[in-house]
């Protein structure tokens, strides 16, 4: 079975410009969760999806973060305008509740520079 | 008081030793435990999950919970150089809810 999916998987780009990041959950899994990791900070959640509906978004750093899931299998995180302290490492992560055994799994992340 | 607490290391073992990773959480009310392993520049990987009281092993790796003292800790046996990476300790207060990870202790297992 394929894993989460993350694009790109690598971004550069100039300060103020958008950022879209994008995310296939593992098929069946109904919560989606975005993560950003920096050596400083480490691993931070920044929003939490269950059946495509935002639960905790407290982690969101401020207004030019959105993130959206329009259905099961697609989300979007993105960054408008992005500055240089938006770089880091940002993975998706997937799980399917209502298990006893709620298993979370993480994508190959997106390392994205903002220069 | 932080809610997932890990030694950040490094902790140094040579190959073939026992390497013992320890985890603290502050909510006693916390129903599922988990271990990743995230090496440099990868994501992390789920290696392994404990639900109830006592020892869970998978191969080389020993999960042990205390729920009383609100410890988790994961023992990896006959270490190996492969076994360098940073192992974060996760916990799940509940159902429904989102992960909280602990900062990670780096291993490094010398040959």
């Known amino acids: 079975d394929a894993g989460v999916i993350q694009s790109p998987r690598h971004e550069v780009t100039e300060m103020g410009q958008e950022v879209t990041l994008r995310c296939k959950p593992i098929s069946g899994h109904n919560s989606l969760f975005w993560y950003r990791q920096t050596m400083m900070r480490g691993l931070e959640l920044l929003i939490y999806f269950n059946n495509n509906v935002p639960i905790d978004d407290s982690g969101m750093p401020e207004d030019r973060f959105s993130a959206k899931m329009p259905n099961a299998s697609f989300s979007t995180l993105k960054i408008q305008p992005s500055e240089p302290r938006d770089s880091a490492v940002y993975f998706c992560?997937?799980?399917?509740?209502?298990?006893?055994?709620?298993?979370?799994?993480f994508g190959p992340g997106t390392r994205l520079t903002v220069t | 008081q932080k809610e997932v607490e890990q030694n950040s290391g490094p902790l140094s073992v040579p190959e073939g030793a026992i390497a013992s990773l320890n985890c603290t959480y502050s909510?006693?009310?916390?129903?599922?435990f988990f271990w990743y392993r995230q090496y440099s520049g990868k994501s992390p990987e789920l290696i392994m999950s404990i639900y109830s009281n006592g020892d869970k092993e998978d191969g080389r790796f020993t999960a042990q919970l205390n729920k009383a003292s609100q410890y988790v800790s994961l023992l990896i046996r006959d270490s190996q150089p492969s076994d360098s990476a940073t192992y974060l300790c996760a916990v799940n207060r509940e159902a429904g809810t989102a992960l909280i990870f602990g900062k990670g202790t780096t291993l490094s297992v010398s040959s």
């Open positions: 992560a997937s799980r399917r509740d209502g298990l006893a055994r709620n298993e979370q799994y």
């Open positions: 909510d006693r009310v916390s129903q599922s």
